[in-house]
T-cell receptor, first 112, second 112 residues
Framework: ELKVEQNPLFLSMQEGKNYTIYCNYS?????LYWYRQDPGKSLESLFV?????AVKQEGRLMASLDTKARLSTLHITAAVHDLSATYFC????????????FGKGTKLTVNP | EADIYQTPRYLVIGTGKKITLECSQT?????MYWYQQDPGMELHLIHY???????EKGDLSSESTVSRIRTEHFPLTLESARPSHTSQYLC???????????FGPGTRLTVT
């Protein structure tokens, strides 16, 4: 059974600082997704990573995937308050069900 | 641009009432999903569908039922609402090549 673990679950950081959120998963998969959720809102797709070594960047966020280590990272560069949100990673369950298994989410707060 | 719609956006209803949450998408996606999410918490898959006349229960036991008579429409029904059903319900559909899921805006349900 596929398990997806994110850490940290809560992250409070100062504006201008860098930090990395980690997403580990337990079984083989080469499809990983990052989503953002603002309070009271739905999920917004950030990145789709479809192969080992994939790296995607959008503004101050960069995501990467290492399928051998079963690890994805979401790196935040020079954080700004607008990045405050909950970030979820999700992994394709390759058991044939074509479902995504989500992590518990990382709640990020960026303080001025 | 993903086009997936949910109605109502907010619903307050008394115990014992029957309710149907609507979800529609205009992207022609075969796969659709329903998730339940309590505020600030992880997503739980409650139902999914691979296409017309296909429905499956998800990982979280739910007293709701779904139907898929048309590709674009995936309604969720609660026959008798209870306070324990109070939550946010998110509908999603997925693109066939990347399996990326697109989420609707959600329905926030309160059962009194």
């Amino acid at each position: 059974e596929l398990k997806v673990e994110q850490n940290p679950l809560f992250l409070s950081m100062q504006e201008g600082k860098n930090y990395t959120i980690y997403c580990n998963y337990s079984t083989t998969s080469d499809r990983l997704y990052w989503y953002r959720q603002d309070p009271g809102k739905s999920l917004e797709s950030l990145f789709v990573l479809l192969s080992n070594g994939a790296v995607k960047q959008e503004g101050r966020l960069m995501a990467s995937l290492d399928t051998k280590a079963r690890l994805s990272t979401l790196h935040i560069t020079a954080a700004v308050h607008d990045l405050s949100a909950t970030y979820f990673c999700a992994v394709d369950d390759k058991g044939g069900s074509e479902k995504l298994v989500f992590g518990k989410g990382t709640k990020l707060t960026v303080n001025p | 641009e993903a086009d997936i719609y949910q109605t109502p956006r907010y619903l307050v209803i008394g115990t014992g009432k029957k309710i149907t949450l609507e979800c529609s998408q205009t992207m022609g996606h075969d796969k659709m999903y329903w998730y339940q999410q309590d505020p600030g918490m992880e997503l739980h898959l409650i139902h999914y569908s691979y296409g017309v006349n296909s429905t499956e229960k998800g990982d979280l036991s739910s007293e709701s039922t779904v139907s898929r008579i048309r590709t674009e429409h995936f309604p969720l029904t609660l026959e008798s609402a209870r306070p324990s059903h109070t939550s946010q319900y998110l509908c999603a559909s997925s693109e066939w090549q990347t399996y990326e899921q697109y989420f609707g805006p959600g329905t926030r349900l309160t059962v009194t």
